[in-house]
């Protein structure tokens, strides 16, 4: 049997398909091609995975990308001129800049309230839900309580109060969508915790005499990663989106930042005769968040092939 | 497991009410928990987090002894937990402050925008359900075809697509360039002196009254943003039905029945859809719910005069009053209508009455 496994060469396709992995990497990798041959079979979340791999490197080349200053326009001869004047591919503004310009460095800010919202409710969600999960009793009675009242408001209507309070800007709008995007992944994170709260190895790490503390730092927020994780990316379009609205409503970036939803808010004045300069930042935000929510959708299929399909 | 079902058999008829009596009981203890929840996160929002909530609510350019009176009126030189059992007791007697924008309190014009906002919503959920369910049908009988993938591609469009933006350019497509539908609004200024509303439901009014002309007017109105709120909530039942029937396709019931030799229509619509349909009505629920958060923007884009509008105004114009107010009441019937949808669908499934 042995010398079957020595034959096959390392890192081929049946030194990680392997059913008997020598080392714990090879297990490691073996499982990342299974899930990577599941998600490559998807066109549809390949074509999300290039959107938004489009969207990092658009946002890191900005700079490099832009024909135009984004915040400066040339009012006196390129105001409103529609998508295919000369230089400006996408046309330009009331106030002379170019689209194009604008969106690309826009990008950034998308970016920027997408990691920066996950950064943030992401934590707080696992820690909650797995707290709550493996404590059970009456911390999971009160923190559960908590999860709810707040997934009890509709996510824009209580970003909209929040923002209201704390006064406009992409600060503020970033923390007001963080508010109302833990709860979900606190839900998550302790539904899994409760499916291997009783299981045999936890059983052996108290034996051992482990904390409470590092049995789930360690051990159980490990396990709940990758339902978050594709948790967090299917709600990425649904972040740019209330982001978008908070900015079309004057509560996001405030001007002259190229915020996208803001750009639309911006175009709005003009959309009979000038339908472009609204028009090219909800295309741009329909392309993203539909990249996110195919890549989530594959990420899903491919990482829990029982629910693939639904 | 067995010895329970043999005593649930014999001694049904006393069990089953006490046990719907008791989830009832639980659902009425979160529910008020819940709100109290909601009322504690925005008293918070109001009170506690702007650093002069007086001026919050007044705004920046108040007099003086404007600000001082609505700092007394608020009662904010108590400490917090008295100024939130005062909010307590405000809230619960339907007092949630004065608008300073319209100048009524808050919950009158609530009263007078929600209904609005319903039709609206209902509008749209009716659109959804009705395209969505057979397309979702139609999805998971041809799984894998191009139909399903179209489907689906159509779902996740509307998953993604920004609301306001759809919206606009709804409105010059079908208002400004092919003259399909009316302005935003809810009705043309003509009706509005001619046709007085009893409920505020324009659309029942107008039919209760033998109005047509009216009708005519209000379905041009409201048939582009309960058109696009209709999409979104497409988006979410067509993917969950698909769901529910590829889950029902795959019982053994199906395969009795084909063996019984009914016909593939007969099995799908009405063995299959019919088991499907109670976690269905759940699943309408929640968009409903869905499509009440929707309307705010929604509303902004075609001049609807509902719950939404009035927050966003309210917003403009820095009337925290208002805000919060609408907040709470959304958050309300958010709250309600979620754990109304768990009780019908615990009232519809039998097999989750013995739990």
Same mark, same amino acid.
Request: proline share 5%.
């Given at each position: 049997?042995?010398?079957?496994?020595?034959?096959?060469?390392?890192?081929?396709?049946?030194?990680?398909?392997?059913?008997?992995?020598?080392?714990?990497?090879?297990?490691?990798?073996?499982?990342?091609?299974?899930?990577?041959?599941?998600?490559?079979?998807?066109?549809?979340?390949?074509?999300?995975?290039?959107?938004?791999?489009?969207?990092?490197?658009?946002?890191?080349?900005?700079?490099?990308?832009?024909?135009?200053?984004?915040?400066?326009?040339?009012?006196?001869?390129?105001?409103?001129?529609?998508?295919?004047?000369?230089?400006?591919?996408?046309?330009?503004?009331?106030?002379?800049?170019?689209?194009?310009?604008?969106?690309?460095?826009?990008?950034?800010?998308?970016?920027?309230?997408?990691?920066?919202?996950?950064?943030?409710?992401?934590?707080?969600?696992?820690?909650?839900?797995?707290?709550?999960?493996?404590?059970?009793?009456?911390?999971?009675?009160?923190?559960?309580?908590?999860?709810?009242?707040?997934?009890?408001?509709?996510?824009?209507?209580?970003?909209?109060?929040?923002?209201?309070?704390?006064?406009?800007?992409?600060?503020?709008?970033?923390?007001?969508?963080?508010?109302?995007?833990?709860?979900?992944?606190?839900?998550?994170?302790?539904?899994?915790?409760?499916?291997?709260?009783?299981?045999?190895?936890?059983?052996?790490?108290?034996?051992?005499?482990?904390?409470?503390?590092?049995?789930?730092?360690?051990?159980?927020?490990?396990?709940?990663?990758?339902?978050?994780?594709?948790?967090?990316?299917?709600?990425?379009?649904?972040?740019?989106?209330?982001?978008?609205?908070?900015?079309?409503?004057?509560?996001?970036?405030?001007?002259?930042?190229?915020?996208?939803?803001?750009?639309?808010?911006?175009?709005?004045?003009?959309?009979?005769?000038?339908?472009?300069?609204?028009?090219?930042?909800?295309?741009?935000?329909?392309?993203?968040?539909?990249?996110?929510?195919?890549?989530?959708?594959?990420?899903?299929?491919?990482?829990?092939?029982?629910?693939?399909?639904? | 497991?067995?010895?329970?079902?043999?005593?649930?058999?014999?001694?049904?008829?006393?069990?089953?009410?006490?046990?719907?009596?008791?989830?009832?009981?639980?659902?009425?203890?979160?529910?008020?928990?819940?709100?109290?929840?909601?009322?504690?996160?925005?008293?918070?929002?109001?009170?506690?987090?702007?650093?002069?909530?007086?001026?919050?609510?007044?705004?920046?350019?108040?007099?003086?002894?404007?600000?001082?009176?609505?700092?007394?009126?608020?009662?904010?030189?108590?400490?917090?937990?008295?100024?939130?059992?005062?909010?307590?007791?405000?809230?619960?007697?339907?007092?949630?402050?004065?608008?300073?924008?319209?100048?009524?309190?808050?919950?009158?014009?609530?009263?007078?925008?929600?209904?609005?906002?319903?039709?609206?919503?209902?509008?749209?959920?009716?659109?959804?359900?009705? !395209? %969505?369910?057979?397309?979702? =049908? $139609?999805?998971?009988? *041809?799984? @894998?075809?191009? #139909?399903?993938?179209?489907?689906?591609? +159509?779902?996740?469009?509307?998953?993604?697509?920004?609301?306001?933006? !759809? %919206?606009?350019?709804?409105? =010059? $497509?079908?208002?400004? *360039?092919? @003259?399909?539908? #009316?302005?935003?609004?809810?009705?043309? +200024?003509?009706?509005?002196?001619?046709?007085?509303?009893?409920?505020?439901?324009?659309?029942?009014?107008?039919?209760?009254?033998?109005?047509?002309?009216?009708?005519?007017?209000?379905?041009?109105?409201?048939?582009?943003?309960?058109?696009?709120?209709?999409?979104?909530?497409?988006?979410?039942?067509?993917?969950?039905?698909?769901?529910?029937?590829?889950?029902?396709?795959?019982?053994?019931?199906?395969?009795?029945?084909?063996?019984?030799?009914?016909?593939?229509?007969?099995?799908?619509?009405?063995?299959?859809?019919?088991?499907?349909?109670?976690?269905?009505?759940?699943?309408?629920?929640?968009?409903?719910?869905?499509?009440?958060?929707?309307?705010?923007?929604?509303?902004?884009?075609?001049?609807?005069?509902?719950?939404?509008?009035?927050?966003?105004?309210?917003?403009?114009?820095?009337?925290?009053?208002?805000?919060?107010?609408?907040?709470?009441?959304?958050?309300?019937?958010?709250?309600?209508?979620?754990?109304?949808?768990?009780?019908?669908?615990?009232?519809?499934?039998?097999?989750?009455?013995?739990?």
């Amino acid at each position: 049997m042995s010398v079957v496994e020595q034959t096959v060469k390392p890192y081929s396709r049946e030194w990680l398909l392997s059913d008997r992995p020598q080392s714990r990497r090879q297990a490691k990798l073996g499982r990342a091609y299974v899930v990577w041959r599941r998600f490559g079979e998807n066109r549809l979340a390949l074509l999300g995975l290039v959107i938004i791999l489009a969207l990092l490197f658009v946002a890191a080349f900005a700079g490099v990308l832009a024909p135009h200053d984004p915040l400066q326009g040339d009012l006196r001869n390129a105001r409103l001129l529609p998508p295919g004047a000369e230089g400006y591919l996408l046309g330009t503004d009331d106030q002379g800049r170019d689209i194009l310009s604008r969106l690309l460095y826009g990008s950034r800010l998308t970016l920027l309230v997408v990691v920066l919202v996950a950064v943030i409710a992401a934590p707080v969600g696992l820690i909650v839900g797995t707290v709550s999960g493996y404590a059970g009793g009456w911390i999971d009675a009160v923190l559960m309580r908590i999860t709810d009242i707040f997934l009890a408001f509709p996510k824009l209507v209580l970003a909209l109060a929040l923002v209201a309070a704390l006064g406009p800007g992409i600060e503020n709008a970033i923390l007001a969508i963080a508010v109302t995007s833990w709860p979900p992944y606190a839900r998550i994170a302790r539904a899994e915790t409760m499916t291997f709260r009783q299981s045999e190895f936890i059983s052996a790490v108290q034996l051992m005499g482990a904390s409470p503390f590092r049995i789930v730092m360690r051990h159980v927020m490990p396990l709940c990663l990758s339902s978050l994780i594709v948790r967090v990316t299917l709600d990425m379009a649904g972040i740019i989106l209330t982001a978008a609205g908070l900015g079309f409503l004057g509560l996001g970036a405030q001007p002259p930042l190229p915020e996208w939803g803001a750009m639309i808010a911006s175009g709005r004045r003009f959309i009979l005769d000038q339908w472009w300069v609204a028009a090219m930042p909800g295309i741009a935000i329909l392309i993203v968040s539909l990249g996110f929510n195919l890549l989530g959708d594959g990420l899903r299929d491919a990482l829990d092939p029982k629910e693939a399909g639904q | 497991m067995a010895p329970m079902d043999t005593s649930a058999v014999t001694r049904r008829p006393q069990r089953r009410v006490p046990a719907f009596a008791s989830a009832l009981m639980r659902f009425i203890v979160m529910a008020a928990t819940t709100l109290l929840g909601l009322l504690a996160v925005t008293f918070f929002i109001g009170r506690v987090i702007p650093i002069d909530p007086a001026l919050a609510i007044v705004g920046d350019r108040a007099p003086q002894h404007v600000v001082e009176r609505i700092r007394l009126e608020l009662g904010l030189d108590l400490p917090l937990y008295q100024q939130f059992w005062i909010y307590l007791k405000q809230v619960a007697s339907g007092d949630f402050g004065t608008s300073v924008l319209t100048t009524n309190p808050v919950l009158t014009d609530i009263l007078r925008v929600f209904p609005a906002t319903i039709e609206l919503a209902t509008v749209g959920t009716i659109i959804g359900a009705v !395209l %969505g369910i057979p397309l979702g =049908v $139609l999805a998971a009988v *041809k799984r @894998g075809s191009i #139909a399903d993938q179209v489907v689906r591609v +159509i779902g996740l469009v509307g998953y993604s697509v920004p609301i306001f933006w !759809l %919206g606009l350019l709804a409105l =010059v $497509l079908f208002y400004a *360039k092919l @003259g399909w539908v #009316a302005y935003p609004g809810r009705m043309d +200024i003509v009706y509005e002196y001619t046709f007085t509303p009893t409920t505020g439901f324009y659309l029942v009014d107008a039919i209760w009254q033998g109005e047509w002309d009216v009708v005519r007017d209000l379905f041009r109105h409201i048939i582009l943003p309960g058109a696009l709120l209709g999409y979104f909530s497409l988006a979410y039942i067509s993917r969950m039905t698909r769901s529910f029937m590829l889950n029902e396709l795959s019982q053994e019931y199906i395969v009795a029945a084909r063996a019984k030799g009914l016909s593939e229509a007969r099995i799908i619509w009405f063995h299959a859809l019919r088991n499907a349909a109670v976690p269905l009505v759940t699943v309408i629920a929640l968009s409903y719910a869905g499509l009440l958060e929707g309307s705010v923007l929604t509303e902004t884009i075609f001049a609807w005069p509902g719950l939404g509008l009035y927050i966003t105004n309210s917003l403009q114009n820095a009337d925290m009053n208002a805000v919060l107010g609408g907040t709470v009441v959304i958050g309300a019937v958010f709250v309600g209508i979620n754990l109304l949808s768990d009780l019908l669908y615990r009232t519809l499934d039998p097999r989750t009455r013995s739990r």
